[in-house]
């Protein structure tokens, strides 16, 4: 099993940024990927950005915050990271953290294991 612990939710005014971070725990040894997917409401879950844990330099991205996010991971601190900046109200929505141990991929069903979500909220 795979714990994964999200947090910095927030209310942001358009233009801001903000920092969430996703604690792992338990078998992180089995992890191969992680990535970034978000919920608004009336919409299904959509894939925001996902890289490699362990080796490699390449990471993937929406479209939609390309140039506005990063994803980063600290592995010492076990610790994935989505840095926001120029957000829009289009952001608006529950970000979830999720591990696999299997795939790197954008698909929300490539992933095992999901953290509770944080809220991300943006106001024009």
């Known amino acids: 099993q795979v714990q994964l612990v999200e947090s910095g939710r927030g209310l942001v005014q358009a233009g801001g940024s903000l920092r969430l971070s996703c604690a792992a725990s338990g078998r992180t040894a089995s992890v191969y990927a992680m990535g970034w997917f978000r919920q608004a409401p009336g919409k299904e879950r959509e894939f925001v950005a996902a890289m490699k844990w362990l080796g490699g330099t390449s990471t993937l991205y929406a479209n939609s915050v390309k140039g506005r996010f990063t994803i980063s991971k600290d592995n010492a601190k076990s610790t994935l990271y989505l840095q926001m900046n120029s957000l829009k109200p289009e952001d608006t929505a529950v970000y979830y953290c999720?591990?696999?141990?299997?795939?790197?991929?954008?698909?929300?069903?490539?992933?095992?294991?999901w953290g509770q979500g944080t809220q991300v909220a943006v106001s024009s």
């Open positions: 999720a591990a696999s141990t299997l795939h790197y991929s954008i698909s929300p069903g490539a992933y095992d294991y």
